[in-house]
């Protein structure tokens, strides 16, 4: 039985990659060894459950950038010594940091990157794109760049010219359990889960529901996480003079309800996703709706795995003015001007007025869904680890 290591910066947050790594974990276990390492703290635990063993690398240390390659020496120095104790045969790592320190901690292991969002166009990935022909160099010593979507394969091979066959497409999938939605509330909830980081577009999105909730005050804005843009919200908020609360029995205009460990009866509980984001790979958070049959209102933003996700046709185009109504959802322009946001406003508005349209796209979203499911994505990982 080969022994494969799941590799990422963090398993302390609680994002769509740390759940995807918590579910790739159970998916492979049945055929493979499996651990899983990050680069945190002893002693620190997962935020998910898994059934594979964890093992914390050690925090990094903060120097300033123009040192910070010793951090990564050691990291990889550390990665290096589980690997030979685990006699580890193919490491799959996950976001830039684990990629580069798994390229520097050398080994027999085959090494996979596990590729989670765009490049191009991304603010939060300005500096792999800067230093692409560095970035590129590192990952043509892998032996795959494995993408959550078609349209992020194509972009990294092409961006970092990595050779034919060596950038591939498996995506995302879910597996939930039994989920009991949050109590009606006599609101309307309109769901948003996520960092609170600029490519999320948060403050476009507080523009957008204060039209919507103009217009219809029975409707609720739910944001689920934390980061660095939460002050700026808050302010944003206040600015629109929605009322605001912590916990969602709150009767307020938005719930600020933080990281949450599970999320899944307020995405079963909500009338819509909404996902403003400029930049996306596959979302975990939109497969999860569509999984609990929650249509999603979402940008058509790169690279594609939005677009992808929701069945769109004529293909994915960032510059998108048109809306275009899917079977599960409806694809709109990134909202970045007064045009496309009133543009979400309208839209979603018109559906909120539609409850046959909401039971419709619900039932397209399940339907959707089975594109996403645990043992499709597993044969495609079959044959990569082959």
């Known amino acids: 039985m080969s022994t494969v290591l799941l590799l990422i910066p963090s398993m302390a947050q609680a994002g769509g990659t740390e759940r995807l790594v918590a579910g790739l974990s159970e998916a492979l276990s049945g055929q493979y060894e499996i651990h899983v390492a990050a680069f945190d703290p002893p002693g620190t635990s997962p935020r998910f459950s898994m059934n594979a063993p964890f093992h914390a690398l050690g925090g990094e240390r903060h120097r300033p950038l123009a040192l910070r390659w010793l951090t990564y020496l050691s990291q990889a120095r550390a990665l290096a010594a589980l690997k030979r104790r685990l006699d580890i045969d193919v490491t799959i790592s996950n976001l830039w940091r684990a990629d580069l320190v798994s390229a520097l901690s050398g080994g027999r292991d085959r090494k996979i990157a596990l590729a989670h969002i765009n490049v191009a166009g991304n603010p939060t990935n300005a500096t792999l794109l800067r230093f692409r022909r560095l970035v590129g160099a590192i990952y043509r010593r892998f032996d795959h760049v494995v993408a959550v979507s078609r349209d992020l394969a194509e972009e990294l091979a092409t961006l970092y010219r990595l050779a034919p066959g060596k950038a591939l497409a498996i995506e995302n999938f879910v597996r939930l359990p039994t ?208």
């Open 179 to 386: 989920v009991a939605p949050l109590p009606p509330n006599g609101r309307q909830r309109l769901l948003w889960c996520g960092r609170f980081v600029p490519e999320k577009n948060l403050v476009a999105l507080i523009d957008i529901f204060a039209r919507i909730h103009h217009a219809a005050p029975q409707t609720q804005l739910i944001l689920l996480g934390e980061g660095p843009e939460r002050s700026l919200v808050e302010a944003n908020i206040a600015a629109k003079r929605l009322s605001v609360g912590s916990r969602f029995d709150d009767d307020a205009d938005v719930i600020l309800a933080g990281l949450i460990d599970d999320p899944y009866p307020a995405i079963a509980g909500a009338t819509l996703l909404m996902l403003p984001s400029r930049s996306e790979g596959l979302p975990m958070v939109l497969l999860e709706a569509l999984t609990l049959g929650i249509p999603v209102m979402a940008a058509d933003c790169p690279s594609g795995g939005v677009h992808y996700a929701l069945a769109g046709t004529s293909g994915h185009d960032v510059r998108r003015i048109a809306v275009q109504h899917t079977s599960c959802g409806v694809l709109l322009p990134i909202p970045v001007n007064e045009n496309s946001c009133a543009s979400w406003a309208i839209e979603t508005i018109a559906l909120l007025n539609d409850p046959r349209a909401l039971v419709g796209l619900g039932e397209g979203a399940r339907a959707r869904s089975r594109a996403f499911t645990m043992e499709a994505a597993l044969e495609r990982w079959r044959h990569v680890l082959a």
